[in-house]
């Protein structure tokens, strides 16, 4: 089975930073697209950004700019690097990862991670 760690969400200033992380554990043979999502109270899930497994980027387009998506395709991880955090981007903020496939014969699926909580606010 694979499972999607998220880490590095907390507390922070408006204005701070903070890069969150994204690891497939399990026996991965291969990933395709990654991304984060956030969900913040009575709203929707939305896209934060995706990235390929060659490393094109996709990002929301009101997050351009001060969100920077990264992985290592040699550990399972995606990154969310957030700079100039405002308190409208408190949520919870879910990874996943698409087309997993733990051998070269699968179709591939997709994962989430159980979400970590990410609160600007002074």
């Known amino acids: 089975q694979v499972q999607l760690v998220e880490s590095g969400g907390g507390l922070v200033q408006p204005g701070r930073s903070l890069r969150l992380s994204c690891a497939a554990s399990?026996?991965?043979?291969?990933?395709?697209?990654m991304g984060w999502y956030r969900q913040a109270p009575g709203k929707q899930r939305e896209l934060v950004a995706t990235?390929?497994?060659?490393?094109?980027?996709n990002y929301a387009d009101s997050l351009k700019g001060r969100f920077t998506i990264s992985r290592d395709n040699a550990k399972n991880t995606v990154y969310l690097q957030m700079n100039s955090l405002k308190p409208e981007d408190t949520a919870v903020y879910y990874c996943?990862?698409?087309?997993?496939?733990?051998?070269?014969?699968?179709?591939?699926?997709?994962?989430w991670g159980q979400g970590t909580q990410v609160t600007v606010s002074s």
């Open positions: 996943n990862a698409d087309r997993v496939r733990l051998h070269w014969t699968d179709r591939g699926s997709l994962y």
């Open positions: 399990g026996s991965v043979f291969s990933i395709g697209a």
């Open positions: 990235i390929s497994s060659v490393g094109s980027t």
